[in-house]
């Protein structure tokens, strides 16, 4: 479950903006962060950004680690996921991991934490926001969105 659900916050944002931004084409980079900023961060500002959510998408979906080509390209930081770490700040975390860091040659500065449960509770409150979104611009997006998550969120026969 804790993986699927990772996954579905990865996916569902993209799944949503097929049908906010153009139908049935693929969404790119732009779509995701717009969606990221208006919904996720709603405003608000934390120690990572839409650049990093993509990089940790992408990421995660094509060779299932933290890296991915924006890192590469020094367009985006890292984002290590954890959990039950709360009463530890984010300064002291990256002191622990320093070690490590160096020896994988990642810069420490390059590294951000995301509690994947505050995530994961930040998301759904997104999906929420969107859907009120929906219902105040347009019922029929809203109907597709709902469509469309339906199929990726539930197990389909193979027939």
């Known amino acids: 479950m804790f993986d699927g659900f990772k996954l ?5 944002p993209e799944a949503t903006l097929r049908v ?8 790119g980079s732009a779509e995701y962060k717009r969606w990221v900023h208006t919904f996720l961060f709603n405003g608000e500002v934390f120690n990572f950004d839409a650049d990093d959510l993509w990089a940790a998408r992408c990421g995660n979906i094509h060779t299932g680690a933290a890296e991915s ?6 367009r985006a930081s890292v984002i290590y996921y954890h ?3 709360a009463s530890i700040p984010n300064d002291k975390l990256l002191a622990l991991i320093e070690p490590i860091a160096i020896h994988i040659g990642v810069p420490v500065e390059k590294i951000r934490f995301v509690d994947h449960y505050w995530l994961a509770g930040r998301f759904i409150d997104s999906v929420s926001r969107y859907e009120q979104y929906l219902l105040t611009a347009d019922v029929r997006r809203l109907q597709e969105v709902q469509s469309k998550s339906d199929r990726q969120l539930s197990f389909q026969t193979v027939k």
């Open 83 to 85: 959990v039950n770490t």
């Open 8 to 12: 579905e916050m990865i996916e569902l």
């Open 20 to 27: 906010r931004y153009g139908g049935s084409g693929p969404s």
């Open 69 to 74: 080509r924006d890192y590469r390209a020094h």
